[in-house]
C-alpha cells in the first residue's frame, strides 16, 4: 500500500519561474493538506483541500500561490514567478478524514536561484 | 499565529542514554503529536495522545499529553544510533479540527 507520493524531489527554478508542486495521497485518502518548512524551522500549515474543493486556505499567501485538487489525478502547489523566499520544503500529508491522523510525504525541495 | 515552544533545540548524548524533550504552547491543544523526520525525507507519526494526562508508549518511546493541556513532552530510553533525527511535536488547537501547529523541532545526536 503506497505511502504519500511527492514529486519531483527537488526543484530549481530562476526568480520568476513558475513551479509546479505533486502531491498524490495515500489509497483511501480524500483530504490533503499542503505545509511549508524553512530550513531549521518547524512545518507551517498552508492549505487543506478535499476533491475539488479548497477547505482552508489561511496559511496561504494570497498572491502567486495556489492549490487544487482536482477529481481525477493529484493534488497541485503551484507558485508563479517565484522569488528567493519561496526556498524551502514542501510537503504534502493526507488522511481518510478531517480529524484522522495525517500522513506526510517526502517533500519537494525548492531552490530559487 | 499560535507557536510551539519545543526544547532543546538539540541534544548530543551517548548510545544507551536516556533522553527527553518537551512542548509547551499558549493556547490549549486537543491533540498531541510526535513526529521523527530523516534528512530528506517528511515526518513519520511516532506517537499519538488524545486525553489530557494520557500516557502512551510505542517501544522505547514514551510520551503525555500534559494536564494543563498546554504542554507535553517525548521520551526516549535506551537509546541507539537509528535514533538520530529531528524530533517535531504538533498539534491541533482547541477549535481545529485538522490544522496542525509544528514545534521547530529538536535535533538528536546519539554517538555510538
Known amino acids: 500500500n503506497a505511502g504519500v507520493m511527492q514529486n519531483p524531489r527537488h526543484l530549481v527554478r530562476r526568480r520568476g519561474q513558475e513551479a509546479r508542486l505533486r502531491c498524490s495521497p495515500m489509497k483511501g485518502h480524500s483530504h490533503v493538506y499542503w505545509y511549508r518548512q524553512l530550513p531549521e524551522e518547524g512545518l507551517k500549515f498552508m492549505v487543506y483541500l478535499q476533491k ?9 499567501p494570497k498572491e502567486r500561490f495556489s492549490a487544487e485538487f482536482p477529481k481525477e489525478g493529484p493534488s497541485i502547489l503551484r507558485i508563479q514567478q517565484v522569488v528567493r523566499g519561496d526556498s524551502a520544503a514542501y510537503f504534502c500529508a493526507s488522511s481518510a478524514g478531517t480529524e484522522e491522523t495525517q500522513y506526510f510525504g517526502p517533500g519537494t525541495r525548492l531552490l530559487v536561484l | 499565529g499560535q507557536q510551539l515552544n519545543q526544547s532543546p533545540q538539540s541534544m548530543f548524548i551517548q548510545e544507551g542514554e536516556d533522553v527527553s524533550m518537551n512542548c ?10 510526535w513526529y521523527k523526520q530523516d534528512p530528506g525525507e517528511g515526518p513519520v507519526l511516532l506517537i499519538a ?7 502512551t508508549s510505542n517501544g522505547r518511546l514514551t510520551a503525555q499529553f500534559g494536564i494543563t493541556r498546554k504542554d507535553s513532552f517525548l521520551n526516549i530510553s535506551a537509546s541507539i544510533p537509528s535514533d538520530v533525527g529531528i524530533y517535531f511535536c504538533a498539534g491541533r488547537e482547541r477549535g481545529s479540527n485538522y490544522k496542525l501547529t509544528f514545534g521547530k523541532g529538536t535535533l538528536l545526536t546519539v554517538n555510538p
Not at chain 1, 52 to 60: A, F, V
Open chain 1, 52 to 60: 475539488e474543493n479548497i477547505i482552508d486556505e489561511s496559511g496561504m
Open chain 2, 24 to 33: 509547551t504552547s499558549s493556547s490549549i491543544f486537543n491533540t498531541w503529536l
Open chain 2, 49 to 55: 495522545l488524545y486525553k489530557a494526562g494520557e500516557l
